[in-house]
């Protein structure tokens, strides 16, 4: 058989306090879609960013083509042929998609850059990709699959010979993903070698060739995918641990109205959405991408200005009309976008924790905050989602991209709040944090809570649900209840009477 073309030999990693690559040996081939797999923390990102020159390991070898490189820089990974799709994309809204793809390559013709060639060259590789936008257009205005697409475009760019994709379909339509899917067999088919990252499974079934699963910066095991079964790669993810994946929806009284829209309207945005939430009741709204969900989410959390229509919410037993400003009172929104929304970076574990919940943590003596109770809460929220910490200074850029999910989510169980808005609230979770994330929701409602949960993952939705609303062009066109089909609700979102 041929060698290897990729060889990753012993690769360790620490950071200050966490081992993250106990030393890590694997091979590609090319031609071959190899999926890399693991719990939130395992250490995949961590091992493609010593690949992809964006993590120098503390020790270890790399083998490309069958001569050891050197990689200490993206620059370097680019020249031995390597092509990284991030797990979050690093995007400026307001530069273009042609200097967005060139950031560090411009074409140059005489140290002036060449936008003639630019232009063509990414105009090229987005046609591959199936979009038809202008290279000009602003990153702003194209929506985040298409976003997606130009972090895909930028690998694509240097005509890789390995490329590395970190979840990339987590803001992806059905239909981008599927053409997606077809550009990742068709680079195998021109012999690339393509590390795939996902906690889709079932994506990883339809796609890879062969499946690598580590755990706690080792590898623990893997094989072809024709042999593996689901269960299989999961008791690898998890090892000797017990995950409880198995949830039982229980219905539970109603209670009375919390939350009424009444004739929302943002123009070109939410056409007249009204609907209520009572308390102790797990709302789904669903729609495909772009119809309208998150943007009805980011009203009611007083993110965006609404042109019209009235917000009420109870407080003393009765439903007053509130203002949008006074909506984060009430609400609590664990956000799709948590790198632009939803969390500090380059602050703390234990202060992203806190910050929903500054008041009850000052005691109302702002700004002292009781450090004793806010190191009490925030183990608490650590120990319930098991978050991977090594301290709670630790900073939350330094998490892995699942932790820093489950830090928001933890941050809102801290404030309890009478409504929470939960907006793709398991993005980039493994699958036992999936699973524990709807048994949350569903202890949530069960004490007192009203809950609005969108999810692209239309079985997550319906499975913790007791009701859904379907949205279409900005617009809720039905009303669903919880036992409306799979197939109704996607008619329903498809624009179906
Ligand atoms: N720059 C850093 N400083 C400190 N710790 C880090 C840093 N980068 C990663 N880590 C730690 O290394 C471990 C592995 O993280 P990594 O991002 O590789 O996980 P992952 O397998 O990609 O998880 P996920 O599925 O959640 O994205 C985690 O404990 C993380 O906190
Ligand atoms: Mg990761």
Same mark, same amino acid.
């Given at each position: 058989?041929?060698? $290897?073309?990729?060889?990753?030999?012993?690769?360790?990693?620490?950071? $200050?306090?966490?081992?993250?690559?106990?030393?890590?040996?694997?091979?590609?081939?090319?031609?071959?879609?190899?999926?890399?797999? /693991?719990?939130?923390?395992?250490?995949?990102?961590?091992?493609? &960013?010593?690949? /992809?020159?964006?993590?120098?390991?503390?020790?270890?070898?790399?083998?490309?083509?069958?001569?050891?490189?050197? +990689?200490?820089?993206?620059?370097?990974?680019?020249?031995n042929g390597v092509a990284f799709v991030h797990q979050e994309m690093a995007m400026l809204p307001t530069m273009s998609i042609v200097d967005t793809m060139f950031i560090s390559t411009f074409p140059t013709n005489t140290s002036v850059i060449d936008y003639k060639t630019a232009n063509e060259r990414c105009g090229a590789v987005l046609k591959r990709l199936g979009c038809?936008?202008? $290279?000009?257009?602003?990153?702003r205005n194209i929506s985040p699959g298409s976003q997606q697409m130009v972090e895909i475009g930028r690998a694509l760019l240097s005509d890789p010979k390995i490329i590395i994709f970190d979840e990339p379909t987590s803001s992806l339509t059905s239909r981008e993903k599927e053409h997606l899917f077809e550009i990742i067999n068709s680079l195998k088919q021109d012999g690339?070698?393509?590390?795939? @990252?996902?906690?889709?499974?079932?994506?990883?079934?339809?796609?890879?060739?062969?499946?690598?699963?580590?755990? &706690?910066?080792?590898?623990?095991?893997?094989?072809?995918?024709?042999?593996?079964?689901?269960?299989?790669?999961?008791?690898?993810?998890?090892?000797?641990?017990?995950?409880?994946?198995?949830?039982?929806?229980?219905?539970? =009284?109603?209670?009375?109205?919390?939350?009424?829209?009444?004739?929302?309207?943002?123009?070109?945005?939410?056409? &007249? +959405?009204?609907?209520?939430?009572?308390?102790?009741?797990?709302?789904?709204?669903? /729609?495909?991408?772009?119809?309208?969900?998150?943007?009805?989410?980011?009203?009611?959390?007083?993110?965006?200005?609404?042109?019209?229509?009235?917000? !009420?919410?109870?407080? %003393?037993?009765?439903?007053?009309?509130?203002?949008?400003?006074?909506?984060?009172?009430? #609400?609590?929104?664990?956000?799709? %976008?948590?790198?632009?929304?939803?969390?500090?970076? $380059?602050?703390?574990?234990?202060?992203?924790?806190?910050?929903?919940?500054?008041?009850?943590?000052?005691?109302?003596?702002? =700004?002292?905050?009781?450090?004793?109770?806010?190191?009490? !809460?925030?183990?608490?929220? #650590?120990?319930?989602?098991?978050?991977?910490?090594?301290?709670?200074? !630790?900073?939350?850029?330094?998490?892995?991209?699942?932790? !820093?999910?489950?830090?928001? +989510? /933890?941050?809102?169980?801290?404030?309890?709040?009478?409504?929470?808005?939960?907006?793709? =609230?398991?993005?980039?979770?493994?699958?036992?944090?999936?699973?524990? @994330?709807?048994? +949350?929701?569903?202890?949530?409602?069960?004490?007192?809570?009203?809950?609005?949960?969108?999810?692209?993952?239309?079985?997550?939705?319906?499975?913790?649900?007791?009701?859904?609303?379907?949205?279409?062009?900005?617009?809720?066109?039905?009303?669903?209840?919880?036992?409306?089909?799979?197939?109704?609700?996607?008619?329903?979102?498809?624009?179906?009477?």
């Amino acid at each position: 058989m041929a060698e $290897p073309y990729l060889r990753m030999e012993n690769i360790r990693k620490s950071f $200050p306090g966490v081992q993250a690559l106990k030393g890590i040996t694997f091979d590609a081939n090319q031609g071959e879609i190899l999926a890399l797999i /693991g719990a939130n923390g395992a250490g995949k990102s961590t091992l493609m &960013n010593v690949l /992809g020159g964006n993590v120098i390991p503390d020790e270890g070898k790399i083998v490309i083509g069958g001569c050891e490189v050197k +990689i200490n820089s993206p620059l370097d990974a680019a020249k031995n042929g390597v092509a990284f799709v991030h797990q979050e994309m690093a995007m400026l809204p307001t530069m273009s998609i042609v200097d967005t793809m060139f950031i560090s390559t411009f074409p140059t013709n005489t140290s002036v850059i060449d936008y003639k060639t630019a232009n063509e060259r990414c105009g090229a590789v987005l046609k591959r990709l199936g979009c038809n936008f202008d $290279p000009g257009t602003k990153i702003r205005n194209i929506s985040p699959g298409s976003q997606q697409m130009v972090e895909i475009g930028r690998a694509l760019l240097s005509d890789p010979k390995i490329i590395i994709f970190d979840e990339p379909t987590s803001s992806l339509t059905s239909r981008e993903k599927e053409h997606l899917f077809e550009i990742i067999n068709s680079l195998k088919q021109d012999g690339a070698v393509i590390i795939y @990252i996902s906690h889709m499974l079932d994506e990883v079934f339809q796609l890879c060739d062969r499946a690598m699963v580590l755990r &706690n910066g080792e590898t623990v095991g893997g094989g072809m995918i024709k042999d593996l079964t689901y269960d299989d790669i999961v008791k690898l993810m998890i090892g000797s641990k017990q995950i409880d994946s198995y949830f039982e929806y229980k219905q539970r =009284p109603v209670g009375d109205p919390v939350l009424t829209v009444k004739k929302m309207c943002r123009k070109g945005v939410l056409d &007249n +959405i009204s609907f209520t939430l009572c308390k102790g009741e797990v709302v789904g709204l669903w /729609g495909l991408l772009g119809s309208g969900r998150t943007e009805v989410a980011r009203a009611l959390a007083g993110l965006d200005s609404i042109d019209s229509g009235e917000i !009420q919410v109870c407080t %003393n037993g009765h439903l007053h009309p509130v203002k949008q400003s006074e909506m984060k009172n009430s #609400v609590g929104m664990v956000t799709e %976008n948590r790198r632009e929304e939803g969390l500090l970076l $380059p602050m703390s574990v234990k202060h992203n924790m806190s910050l929903a919940n500054l008041w009850k943590l000052t005691r109302g003596f702002l =700004p002292f905050i009781q450090s004793k109770l806010e190191q009490e !809460q925030t183990q608490k929220y #650590v120990d319930r989602l098991e978050i991977k910490v090594a301290n709670h200074n !630790q900073r939350v850029e330094t998490l892995s991209g699942g932790n !820093q999910q489950k830090v928001i +989510i /933890g941050r809102w169980l801290q404030k309890n709040p009478l409504i929470y808005i939960m907006d793709e =609230p398991t993005r980039g979770l493994d699958v036992g944090a999936k699973a524990d @994330i709807r048994k +949350i929701i569903a202890e949530l409602a069960e004490s007192g809570a009203a809950i609005l949960v969108i999810s692209s993952e239309i079985d997550e939705m319906m499975s913790v649900s007791d009701r859904y609303l379907v949205m279409n062009r900005g617009r809720i066109v039905a009303e669903l209840s919880r036992d409306a089909t799979k197939e109704k609700l996607m008619a329903a979102a498809a624009g179906a009477q």
